[in-house]
């Protein structure tokens, strides 16, 4: 009845007033929503105060998925009010935004864990918030300049670049700059865009996509959100920003905290293991440097996926893998690793200190999740296939196909997929680090190799391997039984693994990293007698 009264109000002449207009609300949009987005959708009249458009409204408070229902004029709320410019539309409630967008909590609950865990905003000053959209429901939102209003990830970081110049949509495409060869670099948008979708393409054709969140690119009418204190509050949003599926969970550093429990012993052993090892040839394959425990998430339920892939093609540098600098850190410590780069001199910081115990992060070794602690040939299912058809490509085509954002990555990833049908796994892991130069414990970066350790798989294993473990939690871990401390219990090391990890090697800071074992495995694996 209202929707009648509404048209026929609309056909009749300008003078004549309407009745049953403010009867039009938020029940009678016929948008189809997706429930997290029914859920986070605020009820609205049209005849409310203070209700706009995304069109109509400078600033806005909440904004709303519903769009303005067809034949309707947009109202228009007056502009200024307290405090406020009077040739600024303010809103406090908008129509037709295409993402309801929310700031990142500093914690949130994990109850698998018993605690809240602290959530991780990244180093890079990018934005990130959470969204909702009709279509898709929860998503993360992601960019890198283009929002107006001096917007700050944290008080921390630098304002977001309200304009992207080197690359930006709006650049004709002869004056842009070349993308450069690294990934999620600030200030840049169109660059990051093609470097992330060219990941998921390739990930999808691998059959690799349950390692990590889809990611597309979406143009965002939105405001950025309401929260006091915040200078860019409510400030209107009109830029291609990147989108994400939901990583469920928290980080695996989040989640340890650098120590272990009974709890995060628990939930570890409840990782799929083949979780584990899909994410490791995620990052072997696609040469992700910038892999540590922040941008590795899992579930309440165990379920593991890595974030944040804007490190791929590059050097190899990821936890899950052993050898690189993340892992190494880890393991023995970061200032016996980088003890160069801790305030002071290297005369006074060098070497640096190796630790007795290692973070629990040292257990999402892959090896710890790979039957006989070696993968070999048995990679995940569907990606054979896939390194077959990349093989028969030029770096050229594969450019091409792909529409990745540098011919160096096309480059790199033929070299990784020749390595991988060569011997494997493991054969294209020590065929890359033996591009590495070997860590001198002193420097920071991504592209050292630090030598192959035997896994640590639990709680203590062997003389080389022992866990912090939470004093607090001490006696109740140590009520648990030997098998409850073990990641995988009774997956031993097979003779391949046995082979190419015999034993520690030697400590990063001595001058001889490169030790004869190491050389006895780098030409084992490469085949040299």
């Not at 998503?139 to 001096?150: E, M, Q, R, S, T």
């Not at 391949?496 to 001889?512: C, F, Y």
Request: net charge neutral; hydrophobic share 35%; proline share 7%.
């Amino acid at each position: 009845a209202a929707r009648s009264a509404l048209a026929l109000c609309l056909c009749a002449a300008a003078v004549v007033s309407c009745e049953g207009v403010n009867t039009v609300s938020s029940k009678d949009n016929t948008l189809a929503k997706h429930p997290d987005a029914q859920a986070a959708s605020p009820e609205w009249t049209l005849d409310e105060e203070g209700l706009g458009t995304w069109e109509t409204c400078d600033t806005c408070e909440q904004c709303i998925l519903d769009p303005l229902p067809a034949g309707v004029k947009p109202p228009r709320p007056n502009g200024g009010g307290p405090g406020r410019d009077p040739g600024v539309v303010h809103c406090k409630k908008c129509l037709g935004c295409s993402v309801i967008l929310t700031r990142m909590k500093e914690s949130q609950p994990m109850k698998a864990i018993g605690k809240d865990v602290k959530v991780f905003s990244g180093a890079s000053g990018a934005a990130v918030m959470k969204g909702v959209t009709a279509e898709r429901g929860n998503v993360f939102v992601k960019a890198w300049c283009g929002l107006k209003g001096n917007y700050r990830q944290t008080p921390r970081n630098h304002p977001l670049p309200t304009k992207c110049e080197h690359d930006g949509e709006d650049i004709p495409s002869s004056q842009r700059r070349p993308c450069q060869l690294k990934g999620g670099i600030f200030g840049w948008s169109e660059c990051n865009f093609k470097f992330l979708n060219a990941l998921d393409k390739l990930a999808e054709d691998a059959n690799l996509t349950a390692a990590t969140p889809r990611t597309w690119t979406e143009h965002v009418k939105s405001f950025i959100p309401w929260q006091e204190g915040d200078e860019a509050k409510g400030v209107k949003v009109d830029t291609r920003m990147q989108f994400y599926e939901v990583a469920e969970g928290a980080s695996i550093e989040a989640l340890y905290g650098g120590v272990l429990d009974a709890r995060t012993m628990a939930l570890t052993k409840k990782i799929p293991h083949e979780d584990v090892v899909r994410a490791a040839v995620f990052d072997l394959l696609f040469s992700e440097q910038d892999r540590h425990g922040q941008n590795v998430f899992v579930s309440e339920t165990g379920r593991l996926h890595v974030i944040d892939n804007e490190g791929a093609f590059g050097p190899i540098n990821s936890m899950l893998i052993p050898g690189g600098q993340k892992y190494e850190v880890y393991r023995i410590g970061y200032n016996a690793v980088c003890c160069g780069n801790l305030p002071g001199t290297e005369e006074e910081n060098c070497p640096g200190k190796i630790l007795d115990a290692s973070a629990p992060e040292v257990m999402i070794d892959y090896r710890c999740h790979a039957p006989g602690r070696f993968i070999g040939t048995a990679l995940p299912p569907g990606l054979e296939p896939f390194l077959r058809r990349i093989e028969k490509m030029s770096a050229q085509a594969v450019f091409d196909h792909y529409e990745m954002s540098h011919l160096e990555h096309a480059k790199t990833l033929k070299v990784r997929v020749s390595d991988m049908l060569d011997g494997g796994f493991e054969r294209a892991m020590i065929a890359q680090y033996a591009r590495q130069p070997p860590g001198d414990g002193k420097q920071y970066g991504n592209d050292f190799f630090y030598g192959l350790q035997p896994a640590c798989c639990g709680a203590k294993e062997g003389a080389h391997c022992k866990v912090r473990i939470a004093g607090r939690e001490e006696q109740s871990f140590n009520n648990l039984s030997e098998e409850d401390k073990l990641v995988w219990p009774g997956n031993e090391p097979g003779r391949e693994a046995n082979t190419l990890w015999p034993g520690p090697v030697e400590a990063p800071h001595l001058k001889r990293p490169m030790g004869n074992k190491l050389r006895r495995v780098r030409r084992f694996l490469l085949g040299i007698d």
